[in-house]
């Protein structure tokens, strides 16, 4: 996978070097060189001076064969903008950015592009978006039979009450984190694009959850 980020602070660094562990490829944008020197000696993945929103920066950085686009540099405005042309401008499929201001979020994610409040982002939040298949139950009961693992839903998903999600997979929806915050999902709960949710899956489980989750549902479900 090829990943784009554009900013090289701590999240946006600590998240590319994580990511190149793994084996993907990286093309991070940031306006001050000195930023790069936070990805260490060893780091030769592609690195870009530029904002994240100019076309040129973005074409070094390899935004044309993006698998995702992740923007993290310290303003709101540049980050959403950055990932608006990341997503309408390339049709890069994965798109996330921070968001400083939770009260603006909820804006922005009706635009399809997850965003977070930056006291709750951190880079392993971005890698369990990013890579949800290589990631660690959040939670795992004592006795290795329970796990809580994040759930990301295929679209057509979305306006489908939670409560059949938890029948096609048998399994519980413990709760849900939506522009920011948790809540505790109700029978009546209807899944919106943006929400991040989190299920309670039997030891064993998790890969089938994950792949029916990850489908559009069985039998048009509403």
């Known amino acids: 996978m090829h990943v784009v980020i554009m900013g090289c602070g701590r999240v946006g660094s600590s998240l590319a070097r994580s990511l190149v562990e793994r084996g993907h490829t990286i093309g991070i944008i940031d306006q001050n060189p000195k930023a790069f020197r936070r990805l260490g000696p060893d780091f030769d993945e592609t690195t870009v001076r530029g904002v994240g929103f100019d076309r040129e920066v973005l074409a070094k950085a390899g935004i044309k064969r993006a698998d995702a686009f992740v923007s993290v540099s310290s303003g709101d405005n540049s980050n959403i903008i950055a990932a608006r042309v990341a997503r309408e401008n390339y049709g890069v499929p994965n ?37 949800p298949e290589d990631q660690e139950p959040l939670w795992r009961d004592p006795t290795a039979t329970l796990s809580m693992v994040e759930v990301l839903c295929h679209e057509a998903w979305y306006g489908t009450a939670l409560s059949h ?58």
């Not at 920011?180 to 029978?187: F, I, N, Q, S």
């Not at 943006?194 to 069985?218: F, K, N, S, T």
């Open 95 to 131: 798109v996330i950015a921070r968001i400083y201001d939770p009260q603006r979020a909820s804006v922005y994610e009706r635009l399809g592009i997850p965003t977070v409040a930056t006291v709750r982002w951190t880079a392993d939040r971005l890698l369990r978006h990013l890579l």
């Open 165 to 222: 999600l938890e029948q096609a997979t048998g399994h519980r929806v413990a709760y849900v984190t939506r522009f920011g915050r948790a809540t505790l999902p109700t029978p009546s709960t209807v899944l919106q694009d943006g929400d991040q949710v989190y299920m309670l899956v039997a030891d064993g489980d998790e890969a089938r959850i994950r792949e029916i989750a990850g489908d559009a549902p069985q039998g048009g479900a509403a």
